[in-house]
């Protein structure tokens, strides 16, 4: 069984960077479309970027375009989230999910929580001077 570990979060001054780590154990991660998703105190969650694999364009929430950048090691099971220029904006828990896209089906990754079977149980990023 799939199992995600987020880490790396903490607390940052503003304009200062985080790298996010989303460790997976149980089964390979090749197959499976990644995302990393947030959620502030009293919001609804949002999806912040995702990535089905190193050779496909990445997907980034507006918000965070230019700022964030995601990518993964397929030989280390683990997806990355560098956050740089943070705001208070982003402070939030982040938490990173996984999709399972058969190699044969040409949907990419999604923003969307709903294809996501698989969370970890969150990180927090707090943004603070």
């Known amino acids: 069984q799939l199992q995600l570990v987020e880490s790396g979060g903490g607390l940052v001054h503003p304009g200062g960077s985080l790298r996010l780590s989303c460790a997976a154990s149980g089964v390979a991660l090749d197959s499976y479309a990644i995302g990393w998703f947030r959620q502030a105190p009293g919001k609804v969650p949002e999806g912040v970027s995702c990535i089905r694999s190193s050779s496909e364009s990445a997907k980034y929430d507006d918000s965070v375009k230019g700022r964030f950048t995601i990518s993964r090691d397929d030989a280390k099971n683990t997806v990355y989230l560098q956050m740089n220029s943070l705001n208070p904006e982003d402070t939030a828990v982040y938490y990173c999910?996984?999709?399972?896209?058969?190699?044969?089906?040409?949907?990419?990754?999604?923003?969307?929580?709903?294809?996501?079977?698989?969370w970890g149980q969150g990180t927090q990023v707090t943004v603070s001077s």
């Open positions: 999910a996984a999709d399972f896209i058969p190699p044969a089906v040409g949907r990419g990754c999604t923003l969307q929580a709903g294809p996501y079977e698989s």
